[in-house]
C-alpha cells in the first residue's frame, strides 16, 4: 500500500512558476514509476508527466515540454514537478499517481495508487 500526499499548489501569474511535491509513504518507493496528471473544471483527468522508478527517463505531454520537469527523490520518498512559465490553461487539480513496476505510462487505468490533488490556479 502507498500512500500520496501533494504539496505546493496555489494561485500564480501567468509566466511564473510553482514546484509540487508528492511525499509517498512506505519502504519501496523506489520499486514504483510516479506520474502527475491533472484536472480542470468539465475535462477528462490527462497525463502530464512521468519518470520511471530509477529516474532514468521521463515523458511529458506535448504542452508542457521545455515548461515543466519532473524529478525524484528516492531517499526522501518524493516527486517533484517543476513547472515554468505557467499559463492560463494550465490550471487545473493536479494529482501525484504511483504505478509499480520500472515501466512508464501515460493512461489513468495503468495506475494504482492516487493522492488528493492540489490546485494550481493561473491567472492571466
Known amino acids: 500500500q502507498v500512500q500520496l500526499v501533494e504539496s505546493g499548489g496555489g494561485l500564480v501569474q501567468a509566466g511564473g512558476s510553482l514546484r509540487l511535491s508528492c511525499a509517498a509513504s512506505?519502504?519501496?518507493?523506489?520499486?514504483?514509476?510516479m506520474a502527475w496528471f491533472r484536472q480542470a473544471p468539465g475535462n477528462e483527468r490527462e497525463f502530464v508527466a512521468s519518470i520511471t522508478s530509477s529516474g532514468g527517463s521521463t515523458y511529458y505531454r506535448d504542452s508542457v515540454k521545455g515548461r515543466f520537469t519532473i524529478s525524484r527523490d528516492n531517499a526522501k520518498n518524493t516527486v517533484y514537478l517543476q513547472m515554468n512559465s505557467l499559463k492560463p490553461e494550465d490550471t487545473a487539480v493536479y494529482y501525484c499517481?504511483?504505478?509499480?513496476?520500472?515501466?512508464?505510462?501515460?493512461?489513468?487505468?495503468?495506475?494504482?495508487?492516487w493522492g488528493q490533488g492540489t490546485q494550481v490556479t493561473v491567472s492571466s
Open positions: 499517481a504511483a504505478r509499480r513496476g520500472a515501466v512508464a505510462a501515460t493512461l489513468r487505468d495503468r495506475y494504482d495508487y
Open positions: 512506505g519502504r519501496t518507493f523506489s520499486g514504483y514509476t
